[in-house]
């Protein structure tokens, strides 16, 4: 049987809350169900937070409605200091917001503390921006009219959240929808909701008024339904998968509610005959295993020219080997754990699907004696199109290599995606 886990060494231990937040209180579900947030890097239960549906969602857009109207109404200075306020407050938690995602979430302290830092930046640009809303004076076609502009907020914002960035993401739809004067009902990944929580949290200390920002967690179909269907709710803004991403986009279609969509990608990394292989390589590092891979804008896909290929490929193997793989909090880890069980059996779904078409293990390749959750980072040469690496996001520390022979050549393999 799984046991909490309480290694959080937080020096703030009330920024440690387990309840969703809806209009200006700490609250759980109403029947009392829960579900569990896991330490990926342990395996062991660290919190249970509330399993919510339909009636608190619709309860925490109602909360948003009604405090719509004094939040828009007031001064956008008085808006900005309570911004500038909650930034500052970030700053001084930020070493204990980036202890609380690295539990929960699983990546190396270094890269939770600069989460942290770039999220903040968010609500520091945003604090500043909020008393330059300004509109325009058009010219007009005719003497006796003047055509002119202004920016008003378009009401009950919802943002959905992902579990990869649940600090950063969160704080970059808040900061600006808080600035324009709009209410919001936020929703983070299961995996994460304690780094929301905790933000939220702050913002409560900032001052934020009641009903202007709210948290729920639990079942996400239900609650994405929920917030699409109501006319209440003007705005979504989701960061997420693409096939989670169609569908939002096909419930506010009827409402044609706006929408903001942050989806998956392919991305390539081209590596030309002339390049410095030696800062490719290091380039490559960053942008391939920061997260252990579960990036949505880390490089999935490496196109290299046939004259460098071979030198860039055993650098490349030369550096990955460098990397320590183990639990974040621990120093000197560059690599943590893979969020869940699901991830791990795609990446090593694409792995083998992989080695049977061809490709070669240059290294890694296999789980990594910390956890179930870590696997060694690989790299693979002789990748080609008849891969599911080369059609499908792998989000995990897997390195494919492609050859291309000219550059005509590829750019046709950059872009023989349906992402854009």
């Known amino acids: 049987m799984q046991t909490h886990d309480n290694s959080f060494g937080l020096s703030d231990s009330s920024l440690l809350v387990t309840d969703c937040f809806i209009d200006g209180r700490w609250c759980g579900a109403d029947d009392g169900k829960t579900f569990s947030v896991v330490n990926p890097a342990t395996g062991r239960v ?30 956008a200075k008085e808006r900005a200091v309570i911004l500038h306020r909650w930034f500052e407050l970030i700053g001084e938690a930020r ?22 830092n770039y999220g903040a930046s968010f609500v520091e640009w945003f604090a500043e921006e909020a008393k330059r809303v300004y509109g325009d004076v058009i010219p007009a076609s005719r003497a006796d009219r003047r055509l002119f502009v202004i920016k008003q907020p378009i009401g009950v914002c919802a943002v959905i959240t992902p579990w990869n960035f649940p600090n950063a993401m969160l704080a970059r739809k808040l900061a600006p929808a808080l600035a ?17 929580f905790a933000l939220v949290e702050l913002a409560r200390r900032a001052g934020v008024p009641d009903g202007v920002l709210n948290v729920i967690t639990g079942d996400a179909p239900t609650i994405g339904r929920t917030l699409t269907a109501s006319d209440r709710v003007r705005k979504l803004s989701f960061t997420g998968s693409t096939e989670v991403g169609k569908l939002l986009m096909q419930q506010c279609a009827a409402g044609v509610k706006k929408i903001s969509l942050e989806l ?31 990036t949505c804008v880390c490089a999935n896909r490496f196109i290299v020219h046939e004259k460098i290929h071979d030198e860039f490929v055993n650098k490349l193997v030369q550096a990955t080997r460098s990397l320590v793989v183990g639990n974040g909090l621990e120093p000197g880890v560059a690599i943590g754990p893979l969020v869940d069980e699901p991830a791990v059996a795609k990446v090593r779904r694409h792995i083998d699907d992989a080695l049977t078409k061809g490709a070669t293990l240059a290294c890694g390749g296999k789980g990594h004696p910390a956890g179930p959750l870590f696997f060694e980072p690989t790299v693979l040469g002789g990748a080609n199109a008849n891969m599911l690496l080369a059609r499908e996001e792998t989000f995990g520390p897997v390195a494919p290599v492609f050859q291309f022979r000219d550059d005509d050549a590829a750019l046709c393999l950059a872009n023989d995606t349906e992402y854009g």
Do not use: Y
């Open 46 to 75: 660290i919190a249970h937070v509330p399993d919510m549906g339909q009636r608190e969602t619709q309860r925490a857009i109602d909360a948003a409605s009604r405090a719509l109207s004094d939040w828009r109404g007031r001064a």
């Open 180 to 196: 324009a004067g709009c209410t919001v009902v936020a929703k983070p990944a299961e995996q994460t909701p304690l780094s929301a």
């Open 95 to 116: 070493n204990d917001l980036a202890r609380l995602l690295t539990v929960e979430q699983g990546k190396p302290l270094s890269e939770a503390l600069a989460e942290v």
């Open 264 to 294: 998956g990608g392919h991305a390539p990394f081209i590596v030309l005959h002339d390049a410095d292989v030696d800062a490719a390589v290091s380039g490559a590092i960053v942008s391939k295993f920061r997260n252990a891979g579960q």
